[in-house]
């Protein structure tokens, strides 16, 4: 089976517990029940997470190299995908 991909969190602080009542409830109520559902969204997001990882990379490396032109090309492209990332776009 390999190495694990989860482990045991420790939600007791405020905001992981309120992000954690939030899925839950948005799950709950858009029905997500069954483990491929959930799985499917967590690829989603593993996909977008590693898309910006690696804009913002680029981003840092930019800033670092001041390349005003290609500094706010990148810093719409993050924009644009966080905007994605939260469904407001």
Known sequence: M???HYAARDITSDELMQRYMDHVDAMTGEGLHSKSDIAAE??????????L????AKY????EGDSS???LYEFRDIKSLLLKA????
């Open 86 to 89: 939260r469904g407001e776009q």
């Open 42 to 51: 967590l690829a989603y997001r593993d996909a977008l997470i590693n898309e």
């Open 69 to 71: 032109e290609d500094f």
């Open 2 to 4: 390999g190495a694990k």
């Open 53 to 56: 990882s690696e804009k913002l």
């Open 60 to 63: 840092v490396a930019l800033v």
